[in-house]
């Protein structure tokens, strides 16, 4: 099985090979594709090195999975190319995400969907993920009318260039800016590019991909996503409105029985998820579960996890693992 992961030298793409070592994904040879000028660079995968090559090779080398983190712009282009030769591709961009043609995949909610039609499959955004992990088993079990989220980001969302720039302003260097603003001792409520109606791209994705991937478009989610000086993972305050009662018991055992949710809830003992403890782990977290007494059928929650990881990196590769399971690849 030949797996290349494109866009091998980024902050995703780094987890992506991480993450393919520590699952021993069943890979006779990588190939870790990048942009020119990291052709050459070789890369350590277990005990073998492997030497990073352009997109053309790539191509040529016809690999069974490409793992895409490389841009939207580099997936329009190169993910049909690969998909010619016979490539599976899994993009973790947003350029299919909301493509009709194309399935969004979370493993533990939609996977079955998948067939050996699919060539190009789309990763949801990081925040869509870990939301909808704990949206789909309550949508089940209560049937969702409305979701209030607000996110609080961390800036590898943004990349190496956001970390640097938190960097310089703690150790008050100069340096190349990512954002309009300092991000030190500060909260931007702005992830992504503004649109016409007020919203960013990033919380249009949240009201966008819920929908496809609960595959009811009768769900309305507004959001929205803040930008904070934190690098473990991505947090979301959540308030649901449900079609029905529910009981709290209920919802945390439902929740704790979802395959990829670890319940963390006991505020009487400090007991809740914060993306410090989240970062590295692939589970996603949920606690300060409780209702809400403003208006009947309605629940609060906070979810975090790590966005490199099950927001991304991890997700990519359980759909690669669903693949192989189930011999569609
Ligand atoms: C962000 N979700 O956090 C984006 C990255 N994919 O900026």
Redesign the pocket.
């Known amino acids: 099985m030949k797996v290349a992961v494109v866009g091998a030298t980024g902050m995703v793409g780094n987890v992506m090979l991480k993450v393919l070592e520590e699952r021993n994904f069943p890979l006779s040879e990588l190939i870790p594709v990048a942009s020119e000028r990291s052709v050459g660079k070789k890369i350590k995968f277990g005990e073998k090195e492997f030497e990073v090559v352009g997109l053309e090779t790539a191509v040529a080398m016809k690999p069974e999975i490409a793992l895409f983190s490389a841009g939207g712009d580099t997936s329009l282009k190169w993910a049909p190319k690969f998909a010619e030769v016979g490539t599976t591709v899994i993009d973790n961009s947003s350029a299919w995400r909301m493509n009709p043609e194309h399935k969004l995949v979370i493993p533990e909610i939609n996977a079955s969907l998948l067939d050996k039609s699919d060539k190009i499959i789309a990763n949801p955004?990081?925040?869509t993920i870990q939301l909808l992990m704990a949206l789909k088993p309550l949508h089940d079990n209560y049937g969702i009318k409305r979701v209030v989220v607000s996110t609080y980001?961390?800036i590898t969302?943004?990349g190496v260039k956001a970390v640097q720039q938190l960097e310089n302003e703690y150790s008050g260097e100069n340096g190349e800016m990512a954002y309009p603003y300092p991000i030190h001792r500060n909260a931007l409520p702005h992830?992504?590019v503004f649109q016409d109606n007020g919203y960013t791209k990033?919380e249009m994705k949240l009201t966008n991909e819920t929908k496809k991937i609960l595959g009811d478009d009768s769900v309305n989610v507004t959001a929205t996503a803040i930008r904070i000086p934190v690098v473990g993972g991505?947090s979301e305050s959540v308030n649901i409105e449900f079609s029905k009662d529910f009981e709290e018991a209920d919802v945390r055992k439902i929740l704790s029985e979802f395959p990829g949710i670890t319940v963390q809830d006991n505020p009487g003992v400090n007991t809740y998820p914060m993306p410090i403890y989240a970062e590295g782990k692939d589970d996603v977290f949920v606690g300060r579960i409780r209702r809400d007494h403003s208006q009947p059928n309605t629940l609060n929650m906070w979810i975090v996890a790590d966005?490199l990881r099950k927001g991304?990196a991890t997700n990519a590769v359980q759909i690669a693992e669903y693949l192989i399971e189930h011999k569609i690849v």
């Open positions: 955004n990081c925040s980001q961390s969302g943004t992830c992504d990033e991505h966005n991304a």
